[in-house]
């Protein structure tokens, strides 16, 4: 299987259905930006990180793909029959429980802090800005033409970057520096 198919060469993509959109569509434009969280999650786990919370980023990196292999079902005929992209109220119960996990060990949050810290912080400060925009491209497509599972994963893996930032400046010995 050759990786180029020549099939976009026109500006067009297919969705999982099979059917032809133009790659500026918006829900393209929404799995893209999934595509560049989970690119920013990759640069976050190079990056060094404690071996739980890496742990945790390879699972929200499999998630990602499920996620964006939703958005490219929009009538919802691969997504019934393929376990595999499957992200629903578990997972997001999940993100809770570790956001729960992570601050139980960091000082309160008093004030907006800046992002940045070890390099491994900073890449989580970054994949949580790009998590932010991924968001506003799913939101953009409405909220019939996004399930809510999709979205409030989405929402709460932000939280959750923003937490593992601090976590891992917090164990690499680095303050956080207050706004």
Not at 32 to 43: K, Q, R, Y
Not at 57 to 69: C, Q
Not at 105 to 124: H, T, V
Not at 126 to 150: F, K, M, N, Q, Y
């Amino acid at each position: 299987m050759k990786i180029y198919t020549r099939t976009g060469d026109n500006g067009e993509t297919s969705l999982f259905d099979g059917r032809r959109v133009s790659k500026s569509a918006l829900r393209v434009d929404a799995y893209g930006e999934v595509d560049e969280l989970s690119a920013a999650i990759g640069v976050a786990m190079a990056s060094g990180l404690p071996p739980d919370i890496a742990e945790m980023l390879e699972a929200i990196a499999r998630d990602l793909f499920a996620v964006g292999g939703r958005l490219a079902d929009p009538d919802r005929k691969v997504a019934p029959r393929v376990e595999k992209i499957a992200v629903g109220e578990a997972e997001v119960n999940r993100l809770e429980q570790w956001i729960d996990r992570l601050e139980a060990d960091l000082p309160p949050l008093r004030r907006f802090i800046l992002p940045g810290g070890s390099p491994a912080g900073a890449a989580l400060h970054l994949a949580r800005t790009v998590c932010r925009r991924a968001e506003r491209r799913i939101t953009s497509l409405g909220p019939d033409e996004v399930d809510g599972d999709l979205r409030a994963y989405v929402n709460r893996l932000s939280d959750f970057l923003f937490v593992a930032a601090r976590a891992v400046n917090h164990r690499a010995g680095v303050p956080e520096l207050e706004w």
